[in-house]
């Protein structure tokens, strides 16, 4: 299990409840949809405690931009969050993790899910057994948000934006594809979110008839996965995926980099090319083709 101060770190920093003042984080978006859409992952946060080394890994891998949010956010210095945009899009935040002084590596990457009523989900968690690590916060521009872990300890971020979800557009190469819960309690896991977030199920057969790759799915629309954990005895953990070109092509730039390859680009049951990789600070982040069925067919 994930030690508790660990835990309890991550989610302090992630909605800067370090501060001694009402944290201020900038909206995910510079055009909201005035929609929300429950159980979509809307953004991703990077905690490191490697922020420079970890800017230049980014920026020179995938070509993502790094630039202060428009007003102080209450906590830290400067550069203490920064955002994250890739070809003119906000996709996402790294937070320095060197401000809690933390003697453990808590750096990682958050998934946040889109919620209606951040407080009616919170309650929803504890009443299927999760935990609440971070209760609903207003966190300024951003909107409500609180840290929460499902029965399996896996971390994930809920947030209440103040003025609507990004609006759903086509997903970019270098840019987010997707999302998957790794666990080793796939029907634990399918029951809790779909109490959360009203999630449709889908299993689809990969491997013949052996293996099962669950969709979850809110709107009509794909929106993350689960599956049984493929590295026996690890921690159950949110996974994301950017959308590249060449998985191969990518991996053999990161030791240069800093970073790490963890599983070399290789063909994924569900189709197309996969990697995963580390970067300095540690955080893993995977790697895929898309569109995989037409990648499958070549």
Not at 176 to 197: K, P, Q
Request: proline share 7%.
């Amino acid at each position: 299990m994930i030690h508790a101060r660990l835990l309890a770190a991550c989610a302090a920093l992630l909605v800067g409840a370090c501060a001694a003042v009402s944290p201020n984080l900038p909206a995910i978006t510079d055009a909201p949809a005035s929609l929300r859409s429950e159980g979509r992952i809307i953004w991703h946060d990077l905690l490191t405690t490697t922020p420079a080394e970890s800017r230049r890994f980014y920026g020179e891998l995938f070509g993502w931009e790094f630039e202060r949010p428009p007003s102080p956010i209450g906590f830290g210095n400067d550069n203490s969050y920064l955002l994250i945009r890739h070809e003119g899009r906000l996709i996402g935040g790294m937070l320095d993790a060197n401000i809690l002084n933390q003697q453990e590596n808590v750096s990682q990457w958050i998934s946040v899910m889109s919620v209606n009523d951040v407080n009616a989900a919170v309650q929803r968690v504890t009443a299927a057994g999760g935990e609440v690590l971070t209760e609903p916060t207003d966190v300024g521009s951003r909107g409500r948000m609180a840290v929460v872990t499902s029965p399996d300890r896996a971390i994930i971020a809920l947030l209440q934006t103040r003025l609507g979800d990004p609006g759903e557009s086509d997903p970019q190469v270098n840019g987010w594809l997707w999302s998957e819960l790794w666990t080793d309690d796939v029907d634990g896991a399918s029951s809790f979110y779909a109490g959360l977030a009203g999630f449709d199920m889908e299993d689809v057969p990969v491997d013949g008839a052996y293996r099962n790759y669950r969709l979850l799915r809110s709107g009509g629309k794909p929106r993350a996965a689960i599956l049984s954990h493929p590295f026996e005895g690890e921690l159950p953990v949110w996974v994301n995926y950017l959308w590249v070109a060449n998985p191969a092509a990518v991996t053999a730039q990161v030791p240069a980099l800093g970073g790490t390859v963890i599983v070399d680009a290789q063909p994924r049951p569900i189709g197309g090319q996969a990697a995963l990789i580390a970067g300095p600070s540690g955080a893993g982040i995977a790697l895929q083709t898309w569109p995989v069925k037409q990648e499958a067919q070549q």
